[in-house]
């Protein structure tokens, strides 16, 4: 074989790869051919240097002289698969997205299947891994039915990432049932060598509900526990919201509808505590089918004495008669009704999934 007629260029490179701690050791050993061959080494003396045939000189030394440099990289690494690899995923994916284990097992693992399809089990993690399949995983998730959900979602994901400027913003859960309860033996202190030590047998005192808001501005939670979950303890929750913030300032309450936030205990709290008149607009859709919202400075028509009233407690006013009539037609459309009060406005809105 005659010289490769190297450049100073394709020299360095191949020096540097044949010197190469890292490149894949095929490519050092045809860079080690390559720089004998143009050397003027002869074949004898290259396959005994390494370890070669006599096809093997050829091969790549024909690669270099047609591809220089990069005649050198294999073009079929490995070989030749002997299965269609897109039947092969097809198979795989088909089995693990419509069939279960045999043996009742809840979902595939890699070598369950492998198993099944007498496959390797890394060519089905493989497999899995390239179309993101993961069959031990489980989320949660929820439907509804109601054809106004996407605004009644944007109404409610609006308060948390755009709240209203100059008002509060509270969401509001409960956690029930919480049980109450009392060690029977005492308590051994913290002492060298033994830490703090509590008597393992307690004594139940019944359940408390815990109440909870959260100011999503300032991350100020207010709570509050009763030992029992209705809707009068959620009103005096509310109340004790209410009365927590400045004189004027508007709140918005995002909350579930769960049955404890939908009675009429609770809608009249909204009338008789947070209104002393109302003013009906024309019925909008907000962010649920249960959302109110209170303005302050619309006019009032409630009497002087249900006027002057600033109390945060749930009082009867006068113009109770005309909220009652609002409330009717508020549940039977849906409507928005905004209502005035000198010590602001409540805007009640429940996120709810509206399954009928």
């Not at 007629?5 to 860079?31: D, K, P």
């Not at 591809?67 to 490995?78: K, T």
């Not at 010590?343 to 399954?355: E, F, P």
Request: aromatic share 6%; hydrophobic share 35%; glycine share 6%.
């Amino acid at each position: 074989m005659e010289h490769m007629n190297l450049t100073a260029g394709e020299r360095n490179e191949l020096m540097t790869l044949r010197r190469s701690q890292s490149a894949a050791a095929a490519s050092a050993r045809g860079a080690r051919l390559i720089l004998m061959l143009d050397e003027g080494e002869s074949w004898s003396a290259i396959k005994r240097e390494l370890g070669c045939d006599s096809r093997f000189i050829s091969t790549w030394a024909g690669r270099f002289v047609q591809s220089r440099l990069g005649g050198l990289f294999a073009r079929h690494p490995g070989r030749a698969p002997t299965r269609d690899p897109a039947k092969l995923e097809a198979r795989v994916l088909e089995r693990t997205l419509k069939h279960k284990p045999r043996d009742g097992s809840t979902h595939w693992s890699s070598r369950k299947l492998a198993a099944e399809l007498k496959l390797p089990f890394m060519t089905v993690q493989r497999i899995w891994r390239k179309h993101n399949v993961q069959p031990h995983r489980v989320e949660r998730h929820m439907i509804s039915n109601d054809p106004d959900f996407e605004t009644k979602a944007a109404d409610v994901i609006g308060l948390y990432l755009n709240p209203p400027a100059h008002a509060a913003v509270f969401c509001v859960d409960e956690k029930t049932a919480i049980e109450a309860l009392d060690r029977k033996d005492r308590m051994l202190p913290l002492s060298p060598g033994r830490a703090e030590s509590h008597g393992f047998e307690y004594r139940r005192n019944g359940t408390l509900s815990l109440f909870a808001a959260l100011n999503t501005a300032t991350g100020e939670v207010l709570g509050m526990t009763a030992p029992r979950h209705t809707s009068a303890q959620f009103v005096a929750f509310l109340a004790d919201v209410a009365a927590s913030q400045p004189e004027g300032m508007p709140i918005h309450v995002i909350c579930d509808n769960v049955s404890a936030h939908k009675t009429d205990a609770v809608d009249d709290y909204w009338a008789s505590t947070r209104t002393c008149g109302s003013t009906t607009r024309p019925p909008t859709r907000r962010g649920s089918t249960r959302s109110r919202t209170g303005s302050a400075g619309s006019s009032a028509t409630c009497s002087p004495a249900a006027s002057s009233a600033t109390s945060k407690t749930p009082t009867r006013s006068s113009c109770a008669t005309s909220v009652s009539t609002t409330k009717t037609q508020n549940r039977s459309s849906g409507s928005t009704t905004t209502r005035t009060s000198e010590s602001g406005a409540i805007h009640l809105v429940q996120w709810t999934s509206n399954r009928r």
